[in-house]
């Protein structure tokens, strides 16, 4: 398995959540990492990227919110999440981008805000 997501769970509006993406196999042939999600009856949409070079980009409405970190050494990526939304509730994926190879996605993982 590439890519383990972990801590999704059930929270209340205005509540935080960690979710971490543990990666297995090299780091160093890593380009890029982030999060998605799905909400139900939507597109998946990008959240959160963080580039080998340590640049960060989130989409416009978690900016301010969430933060994407990484821990080489453990070969892990988080997403912190802030100040949650009812419209945060989703699937969040993690993924991966390795050169010349592709993408790896790893298993959902469900974020649900209660309001």
């Known amino acids: 398995v590439q890519l383990q997501a972990f801590g999704g769970g059930l929270v209340q509006a205005g509540g935080s959540l960690k979710l971490s993406c543990a990666t297995s196999?090299?780091?160093?042939?890593?380009?890029?990492m982030g999060w998605y999600r799905q909400a139900p009856g939507k597109q998946r949409e990008l959240v959160a990227i963080?580039?080998?070079?340590?640049?960060?980009n989130y989409v416009d409405s978690v900016k301010g919110r969430f933060t994407i970190s990484r821990d080489n050494a453990k070969n892990t990526v988080y997403l912190q999440m802030n100040s949650l939304k009812p419209e945060d509730t989703a699937v969040y994926y993690c993924?991966?981008?390795?050169?010349?190879?592709?993408?790896?996605w790893g298993q959902g993982t469900l974020v649900t805000v209660s309001s």
């Open positions: 993924y991966k981008d390795v050169g010349g190879i592709g993408r790896y």
């Open positions: 963080i580039t080998s070079g340590g640049s960060t």
């Open positions: 196999g090299s780091i160093f042939s890593i380009v890029a």
